[in-house]
């Protein structure tokens, strides 16, 4: 299925006062993302974007393990993250500019020297093109660090309703990136949580906004076949079980691509 932006901007808004505390899978990410980013260190960034910071899960972090970051860009579709972002940044440490709107179709900001984006990239339409525009404001030597969700993620829900993206191979996003970037790593993981029941299920995706593909709410008849469904195939004397499935990737861009 292709996201559809205007879901995703009213999903995403009406969970933002229970996010953090249900977003465990994309804190685990965050994390692991930024570690990455440190095995392969270079210089601290000064000028900075992050794309689709959401209520600052990693925009606080990546503050914390770099300090003073001279610009940092921060983009969001729901422009009332902006006050939660600000908030999440010691004041006078960085120059914070929020960027409301679609990364797909907003102008870019140039010289950047980091791009980092956590769970996010598996909503856009049009991710290469995306690369594409990314490396062009990108500076010689500056790092592209993101995570977003593979074929196996949400695989419980996707098998029983039919709802689910169009998610990456570990490989194709590995080719893709190297068309643009030196490839420095691309790695995966998988989590599997347990739930109480399917209704458990439900209301943690619908508190973290990642129900943005169900076409409207659900009737009690729906929600019933659902939930005898999923007990059926992945239930068991613990609860239900969820699977997610975070793709890494980190690269460079350099002065020229060897054979490019």
Same mark, same amino acid.
């Given at each position: 299925?292709?996201? /559809?932006?205007?879901? #995703?901007?009213?999903?995403?808004?009406?969970? &933002?006062?229970?996010? /953090?505390?249900?977003?465990?899978?994309?804190?685990?990410?965050?994390?692991?993302? @930024?570690?990455?980013?440190?095995?392969?260190?270079?210089?601290?960034?000064?000028?900075?974007?992050?794309?689709?910071?959401?209520?600052?899960? +990693?925009?606080?972090?990546?503050?914390?393990?770099?300090?003073?970051?001279?610009?940092?860009?921060?983009?969001?579709?729901?422009?009332?993250?902006? $006050?939660? #972002?600000?908030? &999440?940044? $010691?004041?006078?440490?960085?120059?914070?500019?929020?960027?409301?709107?679609?990364?797909?179709?907003?102008?870019?900001?140039?010289?950047?020297? +980091?791009? #980092?984006?956590?769970?996010?990239? =598996?909503?856009?339409?049009?991710?290469?093109?995306?690369?594409?525009? +990314?490396?062009?404001?990108?500076?010689?030597?500056?790092?592209? &660090?993101?995570?977003?969700?593979?074929?196996?993620?949400?695989?419980?829900?996707? %098998? #029983?309703?039919?709802?689910?993206?169009?998610?990456?191979? @570990?490989? %194709?996003?590995?080719? +893709?990136?190297?068309?643009?970037?030196?490839?420095?790593?691309? %790695?995966?993981?998988?989590?599997?949580?347990?739930?109480?029941?399917?209704? &458990?299920?439900?209301? =943690?995706?619908?508190?973290?906004?990642?129900?943005?593909?169900?076409?409207? $709410?659900?009737?009690?008849?729906?929600?019933?076949?659902?939930?005898?469904?999923?007990?059926?195939?992945?239930? /068991?004397? %613990?609860?239900?079980?969820?699977?997610? =499935?975070?793709?890494?990737?980190?690269?460079?861009?350099? /002065?020229?691509?060897?054979?490019?």
């Amino acid at each position: 299925m292709r996201p /559809d932006k205007q879901t #995703i901007r009213q999903r995403f808004t009406r969970a &933002a006062a229970t996010y /953090d505390r249900q977003a465990v899978i994309q804190q685990r990410v965050a994390d692991r993302l @930024l570690a990455l980013l440190a095995e392969f260190s270079g210089p601290p960034p000064r000028r900075a974007l992050e794309i689709g910071c959401c209520t600052g899960l +990693l925009t606080s972090r990546l503050v914390r393990q770099y300090g003073n970051i001279e610009t940092l860009y921060v983009n969001d579709l729901v422009s009332r993250f902006e $006050p939660r #972002i600000a908030a &999440a940044i $010691p004041a006078g440490r960085t120059n914070l500019v929020f960027l409301a709107g679609d990364i797909e179709t907003l102008d870019l900001p140039p010289a950047l020297d +980091l791009v #980092i984006s956590s769970s996010t990239f =598996h909503w856009l339409e049009d991710l290469p093109a995306l690369l594409n525009r +990314l490396k062009d404001r990108m500076a010689p030597g500056s790092r592209l &660090a993101f995570s977003l969700y593979g074929r196996d993620n949400l695989r419980q829900v996707r %098998e #029983i309703t039919g709802i689910g993206l169009d998610y990456y191979r @570990l490989s %194709e996003l590995r080719e +893709l990136v190297g068309r643009h970037f030196s490839v420095l790593a691309c %790695e995966e993981e998988r989590h599997t949580f347990t739930f109480a029941d399917p209704l &458990a299920l439900l209301h =943690h995706l619908r508190d973290t906004g990642v129900n943005s593909l169900a076409p409207g $709410p659900w009737g009690r008849k729906r929600l019933h076949s659902f939930d005898r469904e999923y007990r059926h195939r992945y239930g /068991d004397q %613990e609860g239900v079980a969820l699977t997610y =499935h975070p793709l890494y990737c980190l690269a460079r861009k350099e /002065d020229a691509l060897p054979g490019k």
